[in-house]
């Protein structure tokens, strides 16, 4: 578990504990407490909207033989995820090139094949090491004999509030952490034990009781709730503290998605600050 102190208006605050329960290459799971709704909802909206990445914006088809329309392969290029070096480019509205090609803010992609064959993203060749498709098997387009397909597609960084292809982020969400209970009255009839759906719930030969097994499995469906005739099962969700789930599209890992969001939350609360103090932040 990571705890990190906080301090508010020069005092101490109050602890936020982080608990990271999984994380694997495109997903993270962890346990925030400490912090209320509208700081995680804040934290969930800008992972989702607001984190650049690399996406394909503009495509000069030169040549396309394929059943496939102009506009179609280059709506389709256009969702094929990039791996994305954040640090390495800069937001087309923020670079001084006029047409937004240069190499500090954009990467050109070439594709050039024949067929017969599938074309897949993996047939794109980047003029950048660090941006290239996330999947090799993404298939764009098939060509028959004798056809053949040459365009020059542009990627720039940009973010979900202009298009959902500039998305991070497959999946983001949290729920709040479940806080079942279960009182002295139980009869331990079983029914709550065999109805649950995620397994929460066992009947211990032991103790003879019910208790408890995997809380944060719990969906707070309230099955157990409803079956339990003695009323002696009880659902609430703990007070600020909450389960996070970050998937990401593989263009950027979860922890940096996060980590983003994090400094950009930062960055507006900081903006507000000056505002508020008569001066101005840029």
């Known amino acids: 578990m990571v705890q990190v102190d906080l301090e508010v208006r020069g005092e101490e605050g109050s602890n ?18 400490g912090v209320d709704v509208s700081f995680i909802n804040a934290i969930r909206r800008i992972c989702t909207v607001e984190v650049p990445t690399m996406a394909i914006d503009t495509v000069s088809i030169i040549r396309n ?13 256009g969702l094929v995820p990039l791996e994305t070096d954040v640090e390495a480019f800069v937001l087309p509205s923020e670079c001084d090139c006029e047409n ?11 594709l050039r094949e024949s067929g017969p064959k599938v074309v897949y993203s993996g047939d794109l060749s980047s003029t950048h090491e660090a941006v290239k498709p996330v999947f090799d098997t993404i298939p764009l387009l098939k060509l ?5 397909v040459e365009l020059e597609a542009t990627a720039n960084l940009g973010i979900g509030l202009e298009h959902s292809k500039w998305q991070p982020t497959i999946s983001c969400v949290y729920r709040y952490y479940p806080l079942v ?5 139980c009869e331990a ?11 929460v719930l066992q009947y211990d030969e032991k103790e003879k009781k019910i208790i408890i097994t995997d809380i944060e499995s719990c969906s707070m469906c309230k099955t157990c709730v409803r079956d339990c005739q003695q009323n002696a099962i009880h659902m609430d969700a703990e007070e600020n503290k909450y389960i996070f789930k970050i998937e990401t599209d593989g263009s950027l890992a979860p922890e940096v998605v996060l980590e983003n969001a994090c400094d950009i939350l930062k960055n507006k609360s900081e903006e507000i600050v000056a505002f508020c103090k008569g001066g101005s932040k840029k």
């Open 100 to 110: 937004n090609d240069c190499p500090s803010c954009s990467v050109s992609l070439i």
């Open 65 to 77: 033989d394929s059943k496939l329309f102009d506009e179609v392969l280059a709506h389709r290029l």
């Open 181 to 185: 209970t279960v009182d002295e009255n």
């Open 16 to 33: 936020m504990d982080i608990d990271i329960k999984g994380k694997d290459d495109n997903r993270l799971t962890f346990i925030v407490d």
């Open 189 to 199: 009839c079983m029914k709550c034990v065999e109805d649950c759906p995620r397994n």
């Open 144 to 148: 028959k004999e004798g056809e053949e």
